[in-house]
């Protein structure tokens, strides 16, 4: 079984301070996503990388993906409430299936 | 374009009873994944139908079936529900029309929140 670990769990910071989150495999991924989840909804898709060292940014969001494609950091610039929230990353393996293996998440909370 | 879409958002069953949760995935899509989402737990698949087709299925007893449409809704049951059912149910759909980053890329609906009491 392809497992994905994400860290830290659980994360609390104040409004203006930076963070990254982690999504680390033993296996390597033919692609990943990150996803955000607020409570008592959907995850809704971030971003998608597919390419190792690949480096997207989306707002204050940079997202990387390893040289080996191993493993990936979510980094955020000046942490705001809104970006309170579940933070899921999820890799498809190479001659898998189409379904995508999800971390347990990150649960985020940015106090004003 | 429209997103995944499903019905109902809330439900309120007691133990023992059936259940039937409704997902109308995005136009053009075929593939169409439930999962079960549990504080403890953290996101489960459940299945996946393609075409009509259960092509995937993860490790759930029985009481937990699925079956796609012609048109690529979906439907998802749960027989003899016990408080453990007790999460959010999560459908997603995706293109999967082949090889590429397209494979994996899943768009959720808002999901349906099952109490069993």
């Known amino acids: 079984t392809q497992l994905l670990e994400q860290s830290p769990q659980f994360l609390s910071i104040q409004e203006g301070e930076n963070l990254t989150v982690y999504c680390n495999s033993s296996?390597?991924?033919?692609?990943l996503q990150w996803y955000r989840q607020e409570p008592g909804e959907g995850p809704v898709l971030l971003v998608t990388?597919?390419?190792?060292?690949e480096v997207k940014k989306l707002k204050r969001l940079t997202f990387q993906f390893g040289d080996a494609r191993k493993d990936s950091s979510l980094h955020i610039t000046a942490a705001q409430p809104g970006d309170t929230g579940l933070y899921l990353c999820?890799?498809?393996?190479?001659?898998?299936?189409?379904?995508?293996?999800f971390g347990r998440g990150t649960s985020l909370i940015v106090h004003p | 374009k429209a997103g995944v879409t499903q019905t109902p958002r809330y439900l309120i069953k007691t133990r023992g009873q059936q259940v039937t949760l409704s997902c109308s995935p995005i136009?053009?899509?075929?593939?169409v994944s439930w999962y079960q989402q549990t504080p403890g737990q953290g996101l489960q698949f459940l299945f996946e139908?393609?075409?009509?087709?259960?092509?995937n299925k993860g490790n759930f007893p029985g009481r937990f079936s699925g079956r796609q449409f012609s048109n690529s809704r979906s439907e998802m049951n749960v027989s003899t529900l016990e408080l453990g059912d007790s999460a959010l149910y999560l459908c997603?759909?995706?293109?999967?029309?082949?090889?590429?980053?397209?494979?994996?890329?899943?768009?959720f609906g808002q999901g349906t929140r099952l109490t069993v009491v």
């Open positions: 997603a759909s995706s293109f999967t029309g082949g090889t590429g980053l397209s494979n994996t890329e899943a768009f």
């Open positions: 296996s390597v991924f033919s692609s």
């Open positions: 990388v597919v390419t190792g060292g």
């Open positions: 999820a890799g498809g393996f190479p001659g898998g299936s189409y379904i995508p293996t």
């Open positions: 136009s053009g899509h075929r593939s």
């Open positions: 139908y393609f075409s009509e087709t259960q092509r």
